[in-house]
């Protein structure tokens, strides 16, 4: 078996790989602007709440949150699917480091222009909507990227809870084949490419909405 | 008629007096100054009128109501006044244009169209019609200066309010300002405009208030409060930013003249002075 | 849940050579990261380009591929070549080499900070390279990035547990054992859990110090 048969042997799994990184990503995107949102226009005992979630959820290891979900909750009578399970765990941990991402970036904004658009009279979930939001976005892309790429490099973990991802497929194809090297070599190089691909991916979607004037 | 009233207002903050009963009226089509030190509560006083600040006493009566009072839509009373800020708060993610018709299309709801037309002669009013697709960033400080106006001039506010319009602008451009407040009050466009430019409150041709120490201590038409008999603490005032001006002359010999005129004799120097 | 905490109570010394495993794994490998990373920074940042573009080559593949493929490279791929290390050593080696690249990254951002006249005036002073990179670039850069530097010490405390996916018996390995022995997977991962969050907030409070004691003053902390 040539190493180019084994790395299309193992872009079966890219496909998952793929589904489980964007399916996290959007999570903790969803979870981090909530987060930061809710913080930023909340009561100040909502703000600790937050704070508090930010917290924690930075503390614990994706895989223990994982486990907590996958294999724990059935304890509690709750079944979870291990895509779902990928996501209450990875996602929003991601949802929590890109909250303060976004708490940062939020910060970027200029505070005369939310006065300004208060002495318009614009309400202030529109402020958030029609100022601060499409401007904290732009501020945040790089602190986003770096979030994705955590994600995507702590996909693999899938394969514990059953998806058949790049990892799960090496992991039976080293069994079968006992070249272990080459195969986690080819897998290695096959994250990297997907890491390439999802950082220009992001930066050309970036250039292509750039204001001048305002980039994070 | 008179348009707004202000009527003893008072802001306490923090154990400081603030506004320290301030009371004035603005007619309709009327263009007044309110000049003053940094520090003196003008920009808080602009502030107290739209209720982006709280007064702690006195009373405001915009068009007829009572804007302090309970029960009172702010963000209605918001959309009658049109505010100028001192650093033009132009939104940094919006062109020109889109500046412009942003409350048209969320505060309005407006069509797309409607708005942009709408928006563009307002534009070109400011005679920007010809920038309407850049971003702030690529506008000059004069630039955003006409965009913010059209901004605040495209939801046919009853008042326009100016927070030190020349402050962040090279003293050319001060002029251009004057200009367009000239522009305006032909055009019976209600003005209230806050500054401590003493250029500015002499050449704009309306009433001038002095506000200190969040007191009103004089009141007049230009020559009235700048002449002989001038309050002592106009004098003192003047007598600062007379020096101010001259000392940062040196530094940059290109804009001398236009911040308070020092030299001129026509200029307010002259007039206190004599 | 009580039940389950007399559980532990009775493997408390597992449970106990778990939690010292997992700490001198994370101590051992922020260590030898953080002396990978200054290795790797000095690499990037002398000599010629094309050493430049090796070093950065290597930061940018480590940040861009799961430390655990890594990992299983060493544990699972290596014994086939007939190999065989130990689940501690393939951990440090792997963590080492993945943690020495974030770090190198968190000292080359500090660096493009630093005042480039600073470091013309050493030179012409007279101070060979390897003594301007000792005594002016490595002490401001290493005090710059002190925030991220003790960041990435909570992040390998967090990411020892996957030394547990190579049989290193570590704290969740220990607890994963507990959970099967006792059937009950949510009070152990939840216990599990909540000793990380107590673990990470003692390294928490430990930073804020660090940062206090070491951030110069008057100058800006790199993001």
């Given at each position: 078996m040539s190493f180019l048969q084994i790395l299309l042997q193992l872009a079966g799994g890219v496909g998952y790989t793929i589904m489980v990184t964007v399916a996290c990503s959007l999570t903790g995107v969803v979870v981090g602007l909530g987060v930061a949102m809710l913080s930023r226009i909340g009561p100040p005992w909502l703000r600790g709440l937050l704070g508090a979630f930010t917290f924690i959820f930075r503390a614990v290891p994706v895989l223990v949150l994982l486990f907590i979900v996958f294999f724990g909750l059935p304890n509690a009578g709750l079944r979870v699917p291990p895509l779902v399970a990928m996501m209450l765990s990875l996602g929003v941990i991601a949802g929590a480091y890109l909250a303060e991402v976004f708490r940062g970036a939020f910060d970027s904004v200029d505070a005369s222009e939310v006065l300004a658009a208060e002495a318009m009279g614009l309400s202030r979930f529109q402020i958030l909507r029609l100022i601060e939001i499409p401007q904290m976005l732009r501020f945040a892309v790089p602190g986003m990227i770096n979030e994705f790429t955590t994600v995507l490099k702590y996909s693999p973990f899938a394969y514990t809870v059953g998806i058949p991802d790049v990892m799960k497929e090496a992991m039976s194809l080293s069994a079968t084949t006992l070249r272990g090297v080459e195969i986690y070599l080819a897998v290695g190089i096959i994250y990297f490419l997907i890491y390439k691909l999802l950082v220009t991916g992001v930066w050309a979607l970036e250039k292509r909405t750039r204001i001048p004037g305002l980039t994070g | 008629m008179t348009l707004l009233s202000v009527q003893d207002l008072k802001l306490e903050y923090d154990g400081r007096i603030i506004l320290d009963g301030v009371s004035f009226d603005l007619a309709q089509g009327e263009l007044k100054v309110i000049m003053g030190p940094?520090?003196?509560?003008k920009s808080t006083l602009l502030r107290c009128l739209n209720r982006l600040a709280t007064p702690t006493g006195g009373r405001v009566v915009f068009e007829g109501r009572d804007?302090?009072?309970?029960?009172?839509d702010e963000r209605a009373l918001r959309q009658r006044i049109g505010f100028v800020f001192q650093n033009f708060a132009?939104?940094?993610?919006?062109?020109a244009l889109q500046n412009v018709t942003l409350a048209l299309r969320?505060?309005?709801?407006?069509p797309a169209a409607e708005a942009d037309e709408r928006a563009l002669r307002q534009l070109a009013r400011m005679d920007m019609q010809a920038h309407a697709h850049k971003y702030p960033a690529q506008l000059s400080g004069g630039q955003k200066q006409r965009v913010a106006i059209a901004r605040a001039l495209a939801m046919d506010p009853a008042v326009l309010f100016f927070d030190?319009?020349?402050?962040?602008?090279d003293p050319l451009m001060s002029r251009e300002v004057v200009n367009i407040l000239h522009q305006l009050r032909d055009e019976r466009v209600s003005m209230l405009c806050v500054t401590h430019d003493l250029y500015l409150a002499r050449a704009a041709g309306g009433r001038v208030m002095f506000l200190d120490e969040g007191r009103i201590h004089a009141e007049g038409e230009v020559d009235e409060l700048?002449?002989?008999?001038?309050d002592p603490r106009v004098r003192a005032f003047f007598h600062q930013e007379l020096r101010q001006a001259q000392t940062a002359q040196p530094i940059d010999?290109?804009?001398?003249?236009?911040?308070?005129?020092?030299?001129?004799?026509?200029g307010p120097a002259g007039l206190a002075e004599r | 849940m009580a039940s389950f905490l007399a559980l532990m109570l009775e493997y408390w010394p597992q449970v106990l050579s778990g939690l010292g495993n997992t700490l001198l794994l994370a101590a051992v490998i922020s260590v030898t990261g953080l002396a990978g990373g200054v290795v790797v920074f000095y690499l990037a940042i002398s000599g010629g380009p094309l050493r430049r573009r090796l070093t950065e080559g290597y930061i940018s593949f480590f940040i861009g591929t799961p430390l655990i493929v890594l990992l299983f490279l060493m544990y699972y791929g290596l014994p086939q070549w007939g190999l065989k290390l130990t689940p501690f050593t393939v951990a440090v080696i792997g963590f080492t080499l993945n943690v020495a690249a974030y770090n190198a990254r968190y000292l080359m951002t500090a660096f493009r900070g630093l005042d480039p006249d600073e470091l013309q005036a050493a030179r012409a002073q007279g101070f060979s390279d390897l003594q301007v990179f000792q005594l002016v670039i490595l002490p401001q850069v290493m005090r710059l990035s002190v925030p991220a530097l003790t960041n990435q010490v909570i992040l390998n405390l967090k990411d020892s547990s996957i030394a547990f996916l190579i049989q290193y018996a570590e704290f969740f390995a220990q607890m994963q054992d507990l959970a099967i022995r006792s059937f009950r997977f949510l009070d152990a991962y939840l216990v599990a859990g909540a000793v990380y969050l107590a673990l990470v907030s003692v390294v928490v409070v430990a930073a804020r110090w660090l940062e206090r004691r070491y951030v110069l003053p008057g100058v800006r902390r790199a993001r």
């Open positions: - | 940094s520090g003196s509560g804007v302090l009072g309970p029960g009172v132009l939104y940094r993610h919006l062109t969320h505060l309005r709801r407006m030190e319009p020349t402050s962040a602008l700048f002449g002989p008999n001038a010999a290109a804009q001398p003249m236009d911040q308070a005129q020092p030299a001129g004799p026509s | -």
